[in-house]
């Protein structure tokens, strides 16, 4: 299921990214301008206006550097009950090297990893960021990932009967409050396995989508495909797909930035399958 968008912004987004991503060499063909070179005996008149002025000193500042970060215990219900997560924390880090403000900003799976998770940050220690030489308060951020095995790979079955429901809702044209309704059962319903977590962000971002929400979009399906190297869950053909649909959403929420990265993994593709009038048909 690619990302439909209006035939007519299309071709302006697509174009208005080009513009950043175009093999085109900018000096070919310019011609150079000529040195024109001053008596040396005469001094610049810039020169001469900032003689006197007093040289600044570059200010610099080097970020803090993590020292000691030892992996959280796994909480024992959770790996008893075969749950798997992970946490997000964003924190402080005072002068000292000590953290401080821990809030988990995002988590999914069991809350006892967000507990496990804030004990294991509070015991980090950094070098601390520097100012000019001097130890300063700043922030920093970890994803801590709570996995039982490499080899556990599937999803509960209420898990896969809410998912299909949902996409098949919106393949039919189900009502608003249909799929609001699946939609709220399979976020209650949560997580157990990480595998679980690739089809629940599939699902956010489909329904972020629908909402016209490209930021929520993005975020979702960027941390879906993120699993494609463990788990391998997508089919090529479908990965590529999925690929082509976060460069969309990248585009319309306006991260040009991450959308040149993305771009640079799918052009070949694009180039070598079908001409740029076919993929925006496509898209």
């Known amino acids: 299921?690619?990302?439909?968008?209006?035939?007519?912004?299309?071709?302006?987004?697509?174009?208005?990214?080009?513009?950043?991503?175009?093999?085109?060499?900018?000096?070919?063909?310019?011609?150079?301008?000529?040195?024109?070179?001053?008596?040396?005996?005469?001094?610049?008149?810039?020169?001469?206006?900032?003689?006197?002025?007093?040289?600044?000193?570059?200010?610099?500042?080097?970020?803090?550097?993590?020292?000691?970060?030892?992996?959280?215990?796994?909480?024992?219900?959770?790996?008893?009950?075969?749950?798997?997560?992970?946490?997000?924390?964003?924190?402080?880090?005072?002068?000292?090297?000590?953290?401080?403000?821990?809030?988990?900003?995002?988590y999914a799976g069991d809350r006892s990893f967000v507990n496990a998770a804030k004990r294991a940050a509070r015991r980090y220690r950094y070098t601390p960021a520097h100012f000019n030489g001097e130890p300063m308060h700043s922030g920093a951020a970890t994803r801590i990932t709570f996995r039982l095995s490499r080899e556990q790979v599937g999803a509960r079955p209420a898990f896969v009967k809410l998912y299909k429901a949902f996409f098949n809702q919106l393949k039919v044209g189900a009502t608003t409050q249909q799929i609001n309704h699946t939609y709220a059962a399979l976020t209650d319903l949560g997580i157990t396995y990480l595998y679980e977590d690739v089809f629940l962000a599939v699902v956010k971002s489909a329904y972020a989508e629908r909402m016209g929400d490209h930021v929520r979009a993005e975020r979702n399906l960027d941390r879906a495909l993120r699993y494609q190297d463990d788990f391998k869950v997508f089919t090529t053909e479908k990965f590529h797909e999925l690929q082509q649909q976060l460069f969309w959403h990248q585009v319309k929420s306006g991260s040009f930035g991450d959308a040149m990265k993305t771009w640079a993994v799918i052009e070949p593709q694009v180039r070598e399958n079908e001409d740029f009038e076919s993929f925006l048909d496509h898209c």
């Open 1 to 106: 299921m690619l990302l439909t968008t209006c035939k007519s912004c299309a071709p302006w987004l697509l174009s208005t990214f080009l513009i950043a991503t175009s093999h085109a060499n900018p000096l070919q063909g310019a011609i150079p301008a000529e040195i024109a070179e001053a008596p040396s005996s005469q001094p610049s008149q810039l020169s001469q206006e900032h003689a006197d002025e007093p040289v600044v000193a570059i200010r610099r500042y080097l970020p803090s550097v993590p020292q000691k970060k030892r992996n959280p215990r796994y909480p024992v219900s959770a790996s008893r009950q075969g749950k798997e997560g992970w946490v997000v924390w964003n924190y402080m880090v005072d002068p000292k090297g000590n953290t401080y403000e821990i809030e988990a900003t995002a």
